[in-house]
């Protein structure tokens, strides 16, 4: 379905409505909005607008519902599969103004906010009642791009992604009226679960305003460790058994030597250069993570830890995590004029060696520069591949290796993507994923969005 431009006339119109100074056809405003932080080709809006209330977005998703406009949600633009990118023009609506928290309810622990909140922010402002926001996927994400495409993070593995600290959520729908789903109540059996079926979908079934939160106590002790092994092999191999164990780690996370190195050269640090996993653990005082210690540092020295740190001081953990968070940024300014692909893939536990292997035979069979990080708690892998964009045979090279690692992925019962959502990277691999159930994904997006106006070109192939 063809999208038609916004007319001037249309935008004078949403000036009115809106405000002047909070709708822009300038051309910094429109660059600025056509692409993400992906490696994705950019694709200008006709027009941005910056609602400041719910009545603001009904006001645009009536007029677009009316002349067949394209509207592209935009929070933070961190996305990394061109998940915001307004590939059909149109309206893009940025939520940065709307970024105000409503209200704590710390004995609930919840909170109601705007979905421009970056994540950071909002945790900042929780810590002073003892509590936090679990989901943690790095960058600068907020609220609505971390609901749009239920991202997780390095606390998955402990606490569960977006979908499961979304309690209830109000929503513009196609038709331009708001809807109010979910509950305050922590457990529902109520109807279809609506909430869930529109957190991961990415814009294209509705626009989420505001957002009740579940929180989480701050953990009152925690323990950092460090561990480094003799090869990537080694260190997967570790990560399934201390899951498999039962040990309970909130957060578990795996970086091979070459981001390491990238690390290292960027931010001027000294981690040992070699295989590394980093975990933590939350608990309710140091005998209970001592207890926990002993049976993680057998597990990791069975499967041949050179090195065991723990015990990482309050300033150094808060810098390691920033390094492991910061490891594509890294990479970027190690290699300016280079572009990445960064694949994101997930598998049952059991089959993360097997896929990480899979991954490395891939990257050494193509001969393109590979760099091994993610979630390995959860099954999670991020392989960034290093590319020249104007070289065409190392384009085609990196994007076979993509193929190659999502497929792999696939076949042994995982996911074409594990936090980054489908967006346009993804788009190709749904239907092999998905098989016949992807009819009725567009069953469903035909019954809420039937003129497809709501992120058009996403989640679903033509």
């Known amino acids: 379905m063809a999208h038609p431009r916004v007319t001037p006339e249309d935008v004078a119109l949403l000036k009115r409505v809106i405000g002047e100074s909070h709708v822009s056809t300038g051309p910094s405003n429109l660059d600025l909005h056509s692409k993400d932080e992906s490696y994705h080709e950019p694709h200008r809006p006709d027009v941005v607008v910056w609602p400041q209330k719910t009545e603001d977005v009904v006001a645009v998703v009536r007029l677009a519902g009316e002349k067949g406009y394209a509207v592209t949600p935009w929070c933070a633009g961190t996305s990394l599969e061109g998940n915001p990118i307004p590939v059909h023009g149109g309206i893009v609506l940025d939520f940065s ?85 979910g509950s305050r109540a922590i457990k529902s059996s109520s109807g279809y679960d609506l909430l869930r079926l529109l957190i991961g979908s990415e814009g294209t079934l509705g626009i989420v305003t505001k957002a009740t939160l579940r929180l989480r106590g701050l953990p009152p002790e925690y323990l950092t460790v460090v561990a480094t092994f003799p090869s990537v092999h080694a260190a997967c191999e570790a990560v399934s058994d201390t899951i498999r164990y039962g040990l309970n780690p909130a957060a578990l996370e795996l970086m091979d030597e070459a981001v390491v190195v990238e690390i290292n050269r960027d931010r001027k640090m000294d981690l040992e250069e070699r295989p590394m996993l980093f975990l933590e653990f939350h608990n309710v005082n140091e005998a209970a993570l001592e207890s926990q210690y002993e049976m993680v540092e057998a597990v990791l020295t069975e499967h041949g830890a050179t090195r065991i740190d723990r015990g990482v001081g309050a300033d150094e953990r808060v810098r390691l995590w920033e390094a492991r968070h910061g490891a594509l940024e890294s990479i970027k300014r190690n290699h300016p004029g280079r572009s990445v692909l960064l694949v994101d893939t997930c598998v049952p536990i059991s089959r993360y060696a097997e896929m990480v292997d899979a991954a490395k035979a891939a990257v050494e069979r193509e001969g393109v520069t590979g760099f091994f990080w993610g979630h390995a708690g959860d099954g999670n892998l991020h392989l960034g591949l290093l590319f020249d964009p104007a070289d065409e045979d190392e384009k085609q090279r990196v994007q076979r290796v993509n193929r190659a690692v999502v497929e792999h992925s696939i076949a042994k019962g995982g996911t074409c993507t594990g936090e980054h959502g489908v967006g346009i990277g993804k788009l190709s691999f749904v239907e092999a994923e998905h098989g016949p159930a992807l009819e009725y994904m567009r069953r469903i997006k035909q019954a809420l969005d039937p003129k497809n106006i709501l992120n058009p070109g996403k989640m679903l192939p033509d």
């Open 97 to 181: 103004e709307m970024n105000r928290i409503l209200e704590i309810r710390e004995k609930d622990l919840q909170v109601d906010v705007e979905v421009g909140i970056q994540y950071r922010d909002l945790n900042d402002q929780l810590r002073h009642y003892g509590l936090f926001f679990p989901p943690d996927p790095g960058a600068w994400a907020s609220i609505g791009g971390m609901i749009g495409n239920n991202a997780s993070g390095v606390r998955t593995v402990a606490y569960g992604a977006t979908r499961d600290s979304v309690l209830a959520m109000e929503v513009v729908m196609a038709d331009g009226r708001v809807i109010h789903l």
